[in-house]
């Protein structure tokens, strides 16, 4: 297996993803946030880039079985459903729904991916259900959401994390790029902790905005046991709308 | 201290680093050979960021006591004196003279550096002279050459490797971007012996060159105890010319 991760987004070559499949990561907090919706019974979710998109996109979809999510500079957007808080999106509140989302970095990742042959959305809470269902693919490029196109911390350590798993799964070698070999080392020293997390960028920015909480649950490896798969801008548990 | 590291030159905003001390790092092999060339005696290295920039530099500047250097995809530019492999810039050869040098990614961030306050120049054959040369600024930028624009691994071992001796031999709290604590972690597992260099995606290029050879100097941690200072786009130990 060819193991591709990529930091930051301008680092992708789009075009070279369509023989791969795509692992997208954004541990704080789309990524997280996806997991957690579909696991509660959300029926999709609709990743768009822009706030104005997802209002439009939701109003094509029918307004009385869709919900606005996502953030602007970390906050709730005025007049949408919910936030980006993976505890906000509970089965009383999700199940049956359907998402539409707008965050700042993790849906333009997803938007990225979407050339690649199969797109799989990745946190910590899905890391083992994610590393199976790779195990046997031939390239893999795994895409850090990054804050900003600058890297983000957490999320190589969900990529070398993710990476640990498949190679000690695996069978057979595994080339990996420079990338991966950097995840894999950062992962032997660090896990996911609330210290670890708090101390990150994306992690004291939500601090800042009273988000603190959050870190909690995106800290929490293997709480879910999904694969959520993007096919046709439609994210799901089955890969079908 | 505030240390912000950075892994590829996309994710720096030249803007910002006016009021930090940058330290440009591109192990393999720009400024390991910039630093080979001034401690065997330079007396300044001129980066172009082409070669055709490369040449008219030496043509005004005289080319009797000028070298020119460089590569392109690796090997030596035709018609230049001297290529990029650190080990041919010895005292018998460089002493005395002015070296115009064009490189892939380590002249585009020396390029890109040179808004900052302070530049200097940093390789594993160097880390301690530049970890001692930074202890008392407040605010240090590392910029990872990177290898066209992206993540190189060992560009990030070096600057982890820098972040560590900074942190550990300083006194009082740093401050560290996502980054820096990366590169810190990577630094704690992975030192830069042969089998580690053979690895990286730079490295396996240069054996493919037939050029593997390079990295076991490129791998010398404190070879030289030399700080390369750049100052309008000249390079020597002086920080003058």
Redesign the interface.
Known sequence: MRIDV???L??VDSAALAESTTVVIDVLRATTTIVEALANGARGVYPTTSAGDAARLAASLGREDTLLCGEQKGLKVDGFDLGNSPAEFVEEIVAGKKLVMSTSNGTRALSLAAEAQRVLVCAFTNLGAVARAVASDEVLTVLCAG?A??????D??CAGHLVNRIVEDGEGLCEL???A??AR??A???SPDRAFLD???AGRALAELGLADDLDLCGEVDRHDVVPVMLDQAITLSGAR
């Open positions: 990529h930091f930051t301008p680092e804050r196109d600058q890297f983000a911390v957490d190589a350590l790029n420079d990338a070999r950097a080392a950062l032997k020293g660090l101390g990150t960028t």
